[in-house]
């Protein structure tokens, strides 16, 4: 079953995330990935075999377009690795994105713990 996975980051995380996709591009790529802009942009430039798709960064709407896909049914799971340590100033997108998760029961991976245990449990596993 093809999945089609969310991947966010705030801009301290981004390495991270990075980092993370890396090393499960086996994994992530045969999934359809969004993500929003800036993100989408690192991750590219750090996995240029995988295709991702990216809306608006998180400031100028993207986390509400992520969530509009949700709500539509076109996003399964949603890898949003935040920074709990700055505040952010589109952080009422952050909660309405992370609610709109919980509403329609999307898988939330929200650190590389949680991610990691998505891949351990064949969230992504093809078949």
């Not at 994105?97 to 029961?105: F, H, I, P, Q, S």
């Not at 590389?112 to 093809?126: I, P």
Request: hydrophobic fraction near 50%; glycine fraction near 8%; proline fraction near 6%.
């Amino acid at each position: 079953m093809t999945r089609h996975i969310a991947l966010i980051a705030h801009d301290k995380t981004k390495p991270a995330l990075a980092d993370w996709v890396a090393a499960h591009q086996a994994a992530l790529g045969p999934h359809r990935l969004v993500a929003t802009g800036t993100t989408g942009a690192v991750l590219m430039d750090r996995c240029p075999g995988l295709s991702i798709d990216r809306v608006n960064s998180g400031p100028l709407g993207g986390d509400q377009q992520i969530g509009a896909l949700i709500a539509e049914g076109k996003v399964d799971v949603v890898v949003f690795f935040i920074d709990p340590l700055s505040p952010m100033p589109h952080d009422v997108d952050v909660k309405a994105l992370t609610r709109l998760c919980v509403v329609y029961d999307v898988p939330l991976a929200m650190s590389a713990a949680t991610a990691d245990a998505f891949v351990a449990a064949g969230l992504f596993a093809r078949g």
